[in-house]
Structure formats: C-alpha cells, structure tokens
C-alpha cells in the first residue's frame, strides 16, 4: 500500500482521527514524522529541521482553525552532536515563539538515519474540517505557492542558504483562527494545491473551478523555465504549508482584511470535478515515499 492507502484504511477504523489532527474535548492532536532520506535535502542545518519538523505538525493545528499550545519532538540520529541538538531545539523554540506556542522538550534516541517525530497540542471548540464546502462557495489560499519546490532546486544547486531560509516558513496559525469564523472548509497544502483540492472534493462531496494567475511564489520564478513548469511546480510538489479554504463568496474581503498574510482567490466550488482553467486538474502531489 501507499501511504494514502493506508491512511484511508485506517481512517476507516479510527474515526477519531480526524482531519489534519484529531479533536478531543476542545483539543487539537497531531503528529508528524520528517526523514533525512525524504525530507531534509543535503544542506538542510539543523535548524531548519528543527524549524520545519515543529512547523509541520504546526501548521495542522492552523488548517483545523485552531490556537497552537505546545509543541514536543524525538529527535533520532547515528551521533549525538551538541551543536546539531543545540540548533535543532532553537529551530523548534523559535517557530512556536512564531505562533505563540511553546516548545517544551521531546526526546532523544539513537537512530540509522536522521529522524524527527513531533507532536503539538492545540485549542479550539469550533474546529474547521475538510467536509463543509459548498458550490458557490469562493476557493481561497493564503501565501504564496511553490516555496519548497524552489528551495529543492536551490538545494541541488550548492545554494544552501537561500535554500534553508525558503524551508522555514511561518505556520498559519494566526490566518487559520481569522478564516475559522468564516471558513466552511481547510486542509494545508502540505501535499500541494492540487492533492488539496482533491482532498476537500472528496471530504465535502464537491468540485472545484480553479484559475491562473496563481499565487506562484517570486522563487519558483526564478528557478522554472517555463511558465508551465513554474506552475506545475507550485501546484503540485507541496510541503509548502499554506492553508487552502473555501469561504462564502461575500466573505473573502472581510477576511482578507483580517488576516496577517496574503488571500487569494483562486476559484469557486461547483457540483462535480476539479479543474485548471477549465481542464481537469490531476490528483498529483507529495508523496511520503
């Protein structure tokens, strides 16, 4: 199986589960693991790893439009370094201060390969889950698209420092508590905005009308080719953290005007189907491989 495979095999059985984390009596629940192999290209410090372990499992709590509380990470590695353990915890603190969350330890194990599982505990009692959008209603993204894709490519280039600076985003907390009043549906795109789009379609039993010009980040620009490219990169590489929402259509300037970081309007939800500019938009993403 793959890994969607299996996570909708064991959604099946454990319904609790949830969204992009799990709620329990007013709490948010979520755990992410990250890999050297698959996650933390060759120049990634381990700051960023830090930053961008805790930022993942962050950035849940921002799609289910909740208050971040506290963050924990294991930290697995071949060695123990102090300065590498130094600069994974300051990482980690650093993006919790980000949210106005708290990173409060974790721990430490010997491990093959360089390997982080987090964990982070949010509020909120009107969670924001993936099943409520509605035709009509408008498709929203904030930020910008393609961040990671570009730090990739700027990884496999030697230009490690642009590249590690794209990795640590800021987690969408705050926009995520401002679009909870209005939103009727959210998800991060940490698998990329077209994976995203399927994946509310499916939860809410709707289509959606996507159209350019996308929010494609200035960085994509600058390593894609083609325009074409530029946004196969931004649409569908993923691990970029944005939120992706559907919100009714009157309410996009109010909410705009709300909250801390760029809105776009990117589409509308129909009946059926999810498209680019009128052609069908593959279910193409990230992948935990």
Request: hydrophobic share 45%; charged share 25%; glycine share 10%.
């Amino acid at each position: 199986m793959d890994e969607r495979t299996a996570l909708a095999r064991l959604g099946d059985a454990l319904p609790g589960a949830g969204d992009d984390a799990a709620v329990v009596d007013g709490l948010l629940l979520t755990t992410d693991m990250l890999h050297e192999r698959t996650d933390f290209p060759d120049g990634t410090t381990r700051r960023t790893a830090g930053w961008r372990a805790v930022g993942a499992s962050l950035s849940d709590v921002a799609a289910m439009g909740g208050e971040a509380v506290a963050a924990v990470a294991a930290y697995g590695a071949p060695t123990f370094d102090a300065d590498e353990i130094e600069a994974f915890v300051e990482g980690a603190r650093k993006v919790c201060e980000a949210v106005d969350a708290e990173y409060v330890g974790g721990d430490l194990d010997h491990h093959e390969e360089f390997t982080v599982a987090t964990a982070v505990v949010g509020r909120t009692d009107e969670p924001v889950t993936r099943a409520g959008a509605r035709p009509g209603d408008a498709v929203c993204v904030t930020g910008t698209l393609g961040r990671t894709a570009a730090a990739l490519r700027l990884f496999e280039a030697g230009e490690s420092e642009r590249a590690n600076d794209l990795f640590r985003f800021t987690p969408r907390v705050a926009a995520g508590r401002a679009l909870a009043a209005h939103a009727t549906a959210m998800i991060d795109s940490s698998d990329g905005l077209a994976r995203s789009l399927h994946q509310l379609a499916a939860a809410s039993g709707c289509g959606f009308a996507v159209e350019t010009p996308l929010p494609i980040d200035d960085a994509v620009h600058e390593v894609a080719t083609t325009e074409a490219e530029a946004l196969a990169l931004g649409t569908t590489v993923g691990e970029d953290f944005e939120l992706v929402c559907t919100l009714p259509a009157d309410a996009v300037a109010a909410v705009r005007d709300a909250i801390p970081t760029s809105l776009t309007r990117v589409g509308t939800a129909t009946e059926t189907g999810v498209t680019l500019d009128g052609e069908e938009l593959p279910d193409r993403g990230y992948d935990h491989g």
